[in-house]
């Protein structure tokens, strides 16, 4: 993990950034993973009750190294807020923590929240939904998402806290 931070002072701090580089999402999401505070670069998956693309992206290498060693990289999945399947769940999260993953979060559902809540890796998501999705192989990973109306880019920077996530043309710490 990047060096300490808040996410209530990187928001003192760029408050009134005007150029759009400095995002605050909204409060919508719930913690589900072990891990509660987390950073790192964006990955991006767009998909829509169809967890594929998911499914990919963790059971792949989460890391990426920097001068200051490996760190975790944090998976935004813009699911477009669907209540009615869950995309991630208890395998999900046991391959995102084997694969060293910062995170995973979700504008969606996810299930097995109790095995989530043993995973060591941040996961937040909208809410609970025991139904999974179907497998179509359908989805774009790569591409500019908009989260609950924040637009999240891959290469952003993700910072999240007990206080909420904030996202970042570029990392902060």
């Keep these: 993990m990047p060096a300490a931070f808040a996410t209530c002072d990187l928001c003192d701090a760029h408050k009134n950034d005007a150029t759009g580089e400095f995002r605050v999402l909204p409060p919508v999401f719930r913690d589900f993973g072990a891990v509660q505070k987390f950073a790192g670069p964006v990955v991006t998956v767009k998909c829509f009750e169809d967890n594929s693309l998911v499914k990919a992206a963790v059971d792949s290498d989460g890391r990426i190294d920097t001068p200051q060693g490996q760190i975790g990289r944090v998976l ?73 109306g924040v637009w999240v880019r891959p290469g952003d920077w993700l910072y999240a806290d007990e206080d909420g996530m904030v996202v970042a043309a570029r990392a902060l710490v």
């Design 76 to 148: 935004v999945v813009d699911g477009g807020g669907s209540l009615r399947r869950a995309l991630f769940g208890g395998n999900l999260g046991a391959a995102a923590a084997r694969n060293g993953w910062a995170a995973v979060v979700i504008d969606g559902c996810v299930r097995d929240t109790a095995e989530l809540a043993g995973h060591a890796v941040g996961i937040r998501a909208l809410a609970a939904m025991p139904l999974p999705t179907d497998k179509r192989n359908q989805g774009e990973a790569g591409v500019a998402v908009q989260i609950q």
